[in-house]
């Protein structure tokens, strides 16, 4: 400690934890896919990372969970679903208040048109299922911050 100090270094240590963690909601994952086993099995994937997901049956109740929760910060969808689709869903999503909102589609069935279309509506990566978790991983602790 200087002279100059106003802080002794057990109080500058605190300060420093205290700015180091912004107090902020917990960011989430939501996971939309129509398929039971591959929402769960994503959301234990990610969850022994300690990273904190929703789930999703279909993307109408996808676009409700992004209305009502504003601590999602990243979605993760499938492509094909029943009415509104993973492409429909980030369609709308990109015409909300929630358009910077970062997306990863997982399909097990997508073709070049698909993949084109996705990368017009600027999302993150495009995986083709059997999904490479550490690739998931990393992408998803990319966009959550939480690579630092």
Do not use: W, Y
Not at 87 to 111: H, K, N, T, W
Request: charged letters at 30%; aromatic letters at 2%.
């Amino acid at each position: 400690m200087s002279d100059h100090d106003i802080l002794s270094d057990a109080e500058r240590e605190a300060l420093s934890a205290v700015m180091l963690e912004p107090d902020l909601p917990p960011q989430r994952v939501l996971i939309v896919d129509d398929d039971k086993d591959a929402r769960e099995l994503l959301s234990e994937i990610l969850g022994l990372d300690g990273i904190r997901c929703l789930t999703a049956a279909s993307g109408e109740t996808a676009l409700k969970m992004l209305n009502e929760k504003p601590s999602i910060g990243l979605v993760i969808t499938d492509l094909r679903m029943g009415q509104v689709d993973g492409l429909d869903l980030i369609r709308q999503v990109r015409e909300s208040v929630r358009a910077a909102m970062p997306f990863i589609i997982v399909s097990g069935d997508a073709d070049v048109k698909d993949a084109i279309a996705a990368m017009h509506l600027s999302v993150v990566d495009f995986l083709l299922k059997p999904v490479d978790t550490g690739k998931l991983l990393a992408l998803v602790k990319h966009e959550l911050g939480m690579d630092v």
